[in-house]
């Protein structure tokens, strides 16, 4: 199965959820008009309103109907006759609480054909340093593999893939993209590179290559209050190579046909997923004993 | 067996605080863009022009965000300035080619302290800094102009400022660059070496060097720094090799002066006080 992915990175306009769906339109069809090769668009996290927002969540908050539906009346005017996937984040307001989430969504030239195939909510909210987010949204419980029109896909957001086990369970789940979305303020700049942006492709890379899962990257761009997101999005395949970036700082959108049948190549070079499962039942009570461990040294 | 040791571990605070001077010119021009242009609508602006590195540098990002033909250094000396400052802003004038202006802020400053004729150096300076500012904001607003502020992060962090004066501009690209770092982004820049190996100065008293006034050299205070920010204990310091009383000397500037880096304190009364419940970030 080929896949043809673009990464998007834009710098939404603060707080401004209706611009930034329009600009989320005016791209969509850019790449309906222009015939940019895809099948899944994926924008960056929470494109609809800006990062940082604070107290803010709760003005630019959506349900995910409301964003389905608005983007299902901006699609409609120039929509391809084919399908078209998109992935995107959002602050979502869903059964009584806020959240740093995804949407995957298939659109279609009939309205009635639209709909959503999957909501991610952040797993990890950092808390820390210049990041304050479990004090204005809570946190997801799921790291989930859905079936997309084009084999298991998992969405994860941001701190989600700092932890290597999200990438662990959605690969045992069966996930063979990884759609990685972002928004990485920058910070360290000794090296090469922007320290966060490095930081980055050596996490997605080691994903990619760990688990051999095809990785496509969306990371936000543009300053907020001095804060500068690094973009840089990229597509990662299962040999944890990058096959494709997008320059730092600037909007830009790349594009890439993956191929999931490299999927089976890399897994057949490094099994490394095959012995995580053969020794999953250990690591399991193993991990039971740890959590079992940390519970009681709560109580002494 | 051959035994290999691992070295001794080393705080090399000179290599910590060593920056990518393309990476960050590039970082800040993109951040001037940004938050003059995209966010705020200006395509001016106006720089107090010391002859001093901070504002030369600054002068330096942002002919290159803006375009020379867009900014405007602003020389504003008092009667004790030094002709030097004058002359050293002048070879930054030059060589960006920006337009520029210089006010003389004597008979203003004079004019108020005619009725304080007994103010102490502190109080002149300060009232000269807050004389500075008003006119750099009263051209900004002539030139349709965004005045654009140069407070390094060693000066923020010591508060080494005038409160609303120096600090008051709207942006400030240098503001999380340790002055040593500004001297390694100014001789990247191109900035006059004059400017960049001359001791710093407010020049608000005669004579007066900053690192007199601090007691402590640049170079020192920013290692210093650089590892009590990271939640290092003085002891932890000492260790490395750096002088107990300088460490003491950093950390209580520091601690005394969080009040400068923050707007006003005001009485909380409700569930909606302001910055404490009801929070909104800067550009919201």
């Known amino acids: 199965m080929k896949i043809r992915v673009v990464a998007v990175q834009f710098k939404p306009r603060k707080g401004d959820v209706e611009h930034n769906l329009d600009r989320v339109a005016e791209i969509l069809r850019q790449i309906v008009e222009d015939g940019v090769p895809a ?210 700082m600037r909007e830009a959108m790349i594009t890439a046909t993956i191929d999931t049948e490299e999927i089976a190549i890399a897994r057949a070079n490094a099994p490394l997923l095959a012995d995580l499962e053969a020794g999953l039942a250990d690591l399991l009570i193993e991990m039971q004993e740890i959590a079992a461990e940390q519970h009681a040294r709560h109580r002494q | 067996m051959e035994v290999i040791q691992a070295p001794e571990r080393t705080h090399d605070a000179e290599e910590l605080l060593r920056i990518n001077a393309p990476l960050v010119t590039e970082w800040l021009v993109e951040f001037l863009r940004d938050e003059m242009i995209r966010r705020r609508g200006f395509y001016r602006a106006v720089v107090g022009l010391s002859g001093g590195v901070d504002s030369s540098v600054t002068a330096f990002l942002c002919a290159r965000a803006l375009g020379a033909e867009n900014v405007w250094g602003i020389r504003m000396p008092y009667r004790t300035s030094s002709t030097e400052s004058l002359e050293h802003a002048q070879l930054v004038i030059d060589q960006l080619g920006i337009h520029s202006r210089t006010i003389d802020i004597t008979p203003a400053v004079d004019g108020y302290l005619q009725y304080e004729p007994d103010a102490d150096g502190r109080r002149r300076g300060n009232v000269m800094a807050r004389m500075r500012m008003i006119v750099l904001f009263d051209l900004s607003a002539k030139l349709n102009a965004l005045p654009v502020g140069t407070g390094n992060k060693t000066e923020r962090l010591f508060g080494y400022f005038t409160w609303h004066a120096d600090d008051s501009p709207p942006i400030n690209p240098l503001g999380d660059l340790f002055k040593t770092q500004v001297w390694q982004l100014a001789r990247y820049l191109g900035v006059p070496e004059v400017i960049v190996s001359k001791p710093a100065s407010a020049d608000l008293i005669v004579g007066q060097t900053d690192e007199d006034d601090l007691g402590i050299s640049y170079h020192l205070a920013d290692q210093i720094l650089y590892f009590l920010l990271r939640g290092y204990r003085v002891e932890q310091i000492e260790e490395m090799g750096y002088p107990r009383e300088k460490i003491l000397l950093v950390k209580a500037r520091l601690e005394s002066t969080h009040w400068k880096r923050h707007l006003p304190t005001t009485a909380m009364l409700s569930t909606t006080s302001i910055n404490d419940y009801y929070l909104r970030p800067v550009d919201y």
């Not at chain 1, 908050?61 to 409609?76: D, G």
């Not at chain 1, 946190?139 to 593999?145: A, K, L, T």
């Not at chain 1, 789940?173 to 930081?199: C, D, L, Q, T, W």
């Not at chain 1, 997605?204 to 999005?233: P, Q, R, Y």
């Open chain 1, 39 to 248: 099948d899944v668009v994926v924008f960056p996290e929470t494109i609809t309103s800006g990062y940082f927002l604070e107290g803010g969540v709760r003005e630019a908050a959506r349900t995910r109907e409301q964003i389905l539906e608005a983007l299902v009346k901006r699609y409609l005017p120039f929509a391809r006759p084919e399908p078209l996937d998109v992935v995107l984040g959002f602050y979502e307001v869903w059964h009584g609480k806020y959240y740093n989430s995804a949407l995957y969504l298939t659109l279609s030239a009939q309205s009635e054909s639209c709909r959503t195939v999957h909501t991610h909510r952040k797993f990890f909210l950092p808390t820390y340093g210049v990041f304050q987010e479990k004090r204005f949204v809570a946190r997801g419980r799921n790291i989930e593999v859905f079936p997309t029109r084009f084999g298991p896909a998992t969405v994860l957001i941001c701190e989600d893939v700092w932890h290597s086990i999200t990438g662990a369970i959605a690969a045992l789940k069966g996930a063979e993209v990884f759609y990685v979305i972002a928004a990485s303020p920058g910070r360290g700049f000794h090296g090469e590179s922007v320290g966060n942006a490095m930081k980055w492709q050596q996490l997605l890379c080691n994903m990619a290559e760990e688990h051999g899962v095809w990785v496509v990257n969306a990371s936000l761009v543009g300053f907020e209050g001095g804060k500068g997101f690094v973009g840089n999005s990229m597509v990662v395949n299962p040999f944890g190579q990058v096959v494709v970036s997008a320059p730092l």
